[in-house]
């Protein structure tokens, strides 16, 4: 059984899990599948209170999927978490994000 199915297993026990639905959105990640990890990824956000890394993945599967607006979005949501928990840096790093991807947008 490899680590998606594991996961997604383990999930029917505790759908609401929300390491396992991380974990499952990171194995979709690493495998490409973008689509299938933002619905993991949207169900986690909805039950847990992420520090902002949540956001980083989220932004990048649309990013990945060409979807900029999206990931301008999902910083922005980031950045209000990473804000509430003081993370200065991943504050930081999500405005950066934001402007590359604008700029892109302009430029297209």
Not at 3 to 19: C, Q, S, T, V
Request: proline fraction near 2%.
């Amino acid at each position: 059984m490899n680590r998606i199915e594991h996961l997604k297993k383990a999930l029917e026990k505790d759908p609401n899990n929300p390491l396992g639905l991380y974990g499952l959105a990171m194995e979709y990640i690493k495998e490409g599948n973008y689509k299938e990890a933002l619905v993991y990824l949207e169900k986690y956000l909805s039950i847990n209170d992420d520090q902002g890394s949540g956001y980083r993945a989220l932004a990048q599967c649309y990013i990945n999927l060409g979807e900029l607006e999206k990931a301008i979005d999902a910083y922005e949501r980031g950045i209000k978490q990473a804000e509430k928990y003081k993370h200065s840096s991943m504050k930081r790093e999500f405005k950066q994000e934001i402007e590359i991807l604008k700029n892109k947008l302009q430029e297209a």
